[in-house]
């Protein structure tokens, strides 16, 4: 706001027209420039109202698409979640079967571990056989043709009896 004080002492304290002019021109100018000046920050507030305006509508919209994403992410997040009880009640059917399965109602772990022990036992089995059959030699004879023939230096006796061929190797 103008100080116009001075302008209006002047007039008041005018005596001649010349004074009267003079102090009128003086608050006319000092009035006319506070005007622009006010209309001139009015302009500008204007302007940076528009801005304003404009930065909060396009905030809004920036906001109103980042509530979409993130409801969006909270759908993909809950289907993730639904997706991974699934992953989880497919493994524990696979692994120990589930009523809920019933293509998976065999516990898995116990049937696998089952077959591991029998294979291991089979596999003892046989390298006991193996163990076994190690400690034998093989004959000093070799058969061809309906024929014997016998190293000179075996230890292998040979008995025929009700036209079959019988041999015994040394204890």
Do not use: C
Not at 89 to 118: C, F, I, L, M, V
């Amino acid at each position: 706001m103008a100080d116009i004080s001075k302008e209006i002492n002047d007039f008041r304290s005018a005596r001649y027209g010349r004074q009267v002019r003079g102090s009128m021109i003086s608050l006319a100018e000092k009035l006319n420039r506070e005007i622009e000046n006010d209309v001139a920050n009015a302009a500008d507030a204007v302007a940076a109202a528009e801005r304003s305006a404009t930065a909060a509508s396009s905030a809004a919209t920036n906001a109103a698409a980042s509530a979409a994403a993130a409801l969006e992410s909270q759908q993909a997040a809950a289907d993730s979640e639904g997706n991974a009880a699934d992953s989880a009640a497919d493994a524990e059917a696979w692994a120990h079967g589930r009523e809920d399965h019933p293509q998976n109602a065999t516990d898995n772990s116990k049937y696998w571990s089952g077959r591991s022990e029998t294979a291991a036992t089979d596999a003892k089995n046989q390298a006991d056989r193996a163990m076994a059959y190690a400690d034998y030699v093989t004959p000093d004879f070799l058969m061809d043709n309906n024929r014997v023939y016998v190293n000179e230096k075996a230890t292998v006796t040979f008995g025929i009896f009700d036209n079959k061929m019988y041999f015994k190797l040394p204890a």
